[in-house]
């Protein structure tokens, strides 16, 4: 069975952060499956296609297209639409964050994610960061963490991040942003954001990256040797 890691929590909890580096640190490979949803909604948006009239254009463009992760060297995923890998400033973009959990919410877009994202474990230790894949990509996981943080200190660090919100934006305006995309994601018919019943909550608020990462990392090393054992 493939090992797998899940992280899973809010908009700008930090899970990227840690899971890239406790990829580095297990020796395994990190999946960010927010980049893979905000993919598919810079493709919708390239296409000019609106969410709601154009919706049967959008489930049937999913039968074409395929958003996966191919390892790009001994360490490293890369994520790679139709063929070509994919950069990151087109969806790491106001108007991508504004659009994708609307794009998350499509029953049909779910099922068809569900099924990249598991074809994404063929290689090996997964290290794997969202909103459902304690619950829902991977329920039988063994290591499993809700990553989570205050309002505030999540507004924050949104905010110190290049190009991932509009110019001249407050702390106010960015907690408002979140707290929208918190309420879709987790009030959406299928797979919302939750804590899986069996996942560690880890609250980063007060603690370093390096600090979250040591906890999380002692957690899988503790979990793996009593299921060693
Ligand atoms: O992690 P992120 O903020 O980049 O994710 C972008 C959006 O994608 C998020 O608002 C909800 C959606 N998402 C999801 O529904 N399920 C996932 N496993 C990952 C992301």
Redesign the pocket.
């Known amino acids: 069975m493939t090992e797998i890691i899940t992280l899973d929590g809010p908009?700008?909890s930090g899970?990227?952060t840690l899971a890239s580096k406790i990829a580095d640190k297990v020796g395994g490979f990190y999946i960010?499956?927010?980049?893979m949803?905000?993919t598919l909604t810079w493709m919708i948006t390239e296409k000019n296609l609106d969410l709601e009239a154009d919706r049967s254009t959008i489930i049937s463009l999913l039968k074409e297209l395929y958003i996966h992760y191919e390892k790009c060297d001994e360490n490293h995923m890369q994520l790679i639409c139709d063929g070509k890998p994919v950069d990151q400033k087109k969806i790491r973009n106001p108007e991508i964050?504004k659009k994708?959990?609307q794009v998350?919410a499509i029953p049909e877009v779910r099922d068809w994610m569900v099924k990249c994202q598991r074809k994404c474990t063929e290689v090996g230790l997964v290290v794997m960061?969202?909103?459902?894949?304690g619950t829902v990509?991977f329920p039988d996981a063994h290591y499993k963490f809700f990553v989570t943080a205050s309002p505030l200190v999540r507004a924050q660090r949104r905010l110190s991040q290049d190009g991932e919100v509009t110019e001249n934006a407050t702390v106010e305006k960015v907690a408002e942003d979140i707290a929208k995309?918190d309420e879709?994601?987790m009030n959406r018919k299928i797979?919302p954001?939750k804590q899986a019943d069996d996942a560690i909550f880890v609250d980063t608020s007060d603690l370093t990256v390096d600090q979250a990462v040591d906890q999380i990392v002692n957690f899988v090393n503790e979990k793996k040797s009593s299921i060693h054992a």
């Open positions: 908009a700008a899970k990227s960010n499956t927010g980049d949803y905000r964050t994708v959990s998350a960061e969202g909103r459902d894949i990509v995309r879709l994601d797979a954001l």
